[in-house]
């Protein structure tokens, strides 16, 4: 059962402008993370951002933050200020606590920056 | 601190050889992890290793394999390659591979059976 959705299609986003990445995901262990990575067409999967399942507060970092509606199942990134460097696939991932340390990824979302 | 490192970067075999790729974790960290990406399938758990241990194991015939040495470098291993191996194999690492711990990952190796 595929525990992580990305139904996204391909985005164009202005430079300058925030962007907003879906991601759902299923569990029924209480205790998880959710990770967002970026990978560029170099491949190299990069990582942006954690949110634990028991964290109070949306994590943010840099231009990066996550939206975590934990009653919704729901963990999106928010990509402020959009730079031409972040035009990649996005991927969010999560992994069980407890169970193993496996990453599951979703398909991914394409985003494309424009001048 | 270096990241992870892999290689080779590219490779290119024929179907029935067999392939070998090695990962260099990040220093200090003990877990390596192995997935696939393919178009068809995305990014795919093949396994993990801690301290020369496969801890945890993908969904993935035999003819996959790895091992881990003392010092935490990994290889893995693909027999009898098949068409659909065809893939970007990307290595990851982290410190103990349990909580909450970020997986870093390396550049990859694309691999192209022909």
């Known amino acids: 059962a595929q525990k992580i959705t990305q139904t996204q299609p391909g985005m164009f986003v202005q430079e300058k402008e925030a962007v907003t990445l879906d991601c759902t995901y299923d569990t029924s262990d209480p205790s998880y993370g959710l990770f967002w990575y970026k990978q560029p067409s170099s491949g190299e999967m990069i990582f942006l951002i954690y949110?634990?399942?028991?964290?109070?507060q949306n994590a943010t970092e840099g231009r990066y933050s996550l939206n975590f509606q934990k009653a919704r199942k729901s963990a999106n990134l928010v990509i402020s200020a959009s730079q031409l460097g972040d035009s990649a696939m996005y991927f969010c991932?999560?992994?069980?606590?407890?169970?193993?340390?496996?990453?599951?990824f979703g398909k991914g979302n394409q985003v494309v920056v424009i001048p | 601190k270096a990241g992870v490192t892999q290689t080779p970067r590219y490779l290119i075999k024929t179907r029935g050889q067999q392939v070998t790729l090695s990962c260099s974790p990040i220093s200090g960290h003990r877990s390596v992890s192995w997935y696939q990406q393919t178009p068809g399938q995305g990014l795919q758990f093949l396994f993990e290793y801690f301290s020369e241990t496969q801890r945890n194991k993908g969904n993935f015939p035999g003819r996959f394999s790895g091992r881990q040495f003392s010092n935490s470098r990994s290889e893995m291993n693909v027999s009898t390659l098949e068409l659909g191996d065809s893939a970007l194999y990307l290595c990851?690492?982290?410190?103990?591979?349990?909580?909450?711990?970020?997986?870093?990952f390396g550049p990859g190796t694309r691999l192209l059976v022909l």
């Open positions: 991932a999560m992994r069980e606590i407890g169970g193993n340390n496996r990453l599951a």
């Open positions: 990851a690492s982290s410190l103990t591979g349990t909580d909450q711990e970020t997986q870093y």
């Open positions: 949110q634990g399942s028991y964290d109070q």
